[in-house]
């Protein structure tokens, strides 16, 4: 039965056979696929798309899976993998997983696992626009929280709502007014006196991090994301 929405689903798994086995069966049944096969190679393709399920293998050159697990957020991921240690398991889905599927597996068993993910994703009512990404800065809408790299980005209220803006709009200048009227809901201490004050301390605190300028200043109209 076809899928009705294309669903995208990444594939990370350095075994072509079985890739390239899964990738044609999702394929028929109405999945985008993308593929990765390292887990150095999964953190960058995950820098660049958003899928809306994974499917991870542990034996992973480079990164292995149980390091690549904690770096992907926001996002459902099944475990493929051969090890049968209930422990391993139990771990994972404590990581953060939400399924493990022992290798050698059938086709149908996994299909039936990953159809079972996008019902409960649509019966919640989530999905994967609850989490907005820019380079390496991972922004969580559901929680609040700021990541780069990892690491919690601690923000004031304004300085998220801000941030947030400009990330829902990345390639374009938002004006300081425009800001302020789009934000006054969240924030409405934030004055055109303290904007300014606002914003070069949430420039400050993402260069803190990561040691680069996420955002500009364009002279005499307003503010951006830092695109080059």
Not at 28 to 33: F, Q
Not at 106 to 114: D, M, S, T
Request: charged letters at 25%; one cysteine or more.
């Amino acid at each position: 039965m076809k899928v009705s929405v294309l669903k995208k689903i990444l594939i990370i798994d350095d075994d072509i056979y079985i890739g390239n086995m899964i990738e044609e069966i999702l394929t028929k049944e109405g999945y985008g696929v993308s593929r990765a096969y390292s887990g150095t190679e999964a953190i960058l393709v995950l820098s660049q798309i958003k899928p809306d399920l994974v499917l991870l293998d542990l034996m992973l050159p480079g990164l292995n899976g149980e390091k690549v697990l904690p770096k992907i957020k926001g996002i459902p991921v099944i475990i493929m993998s051969a090890k049968v240690d209930i422990d391993n398991k139990v771990n994972l889905l404590l990581g953060g997983a939400v399924d493990y599927v022992t290798k050698p597996f059938h086709i149908k068993e996994l299909l039936a696992r990953i159809a079972v993910q996008f019902r409960n994703l649509a019966g919640s009512g989530t999905d994967s626009i609850s989490m907005l990404t820019f380079q390496d800065i991972v922004l969580y809408m559901d929680s609040h929280i700021v990541t780069i790299h990892d690491r919690e980005v601690k923000l004031t209220r304004t300085e998220y709502a801000i941030l947030k803006l400009l990330m829902q709009n990345p390639s374009q200048v938002i004006t300081k007014s425009s800001l302020l009227d789009r934000i006054s809901e969240d924030t409405p201490d934030c004055t055109e006196s303290s904007l300014k004050m606002h914003i070069s301390n949430l420039r400050k605190k993402l260069r803190e991090i990561d040691d680069r300028d996420y955002i500009e200043a364009v002279w005499g109209i307003g503010f951006k994301m830092r695109t080059e």
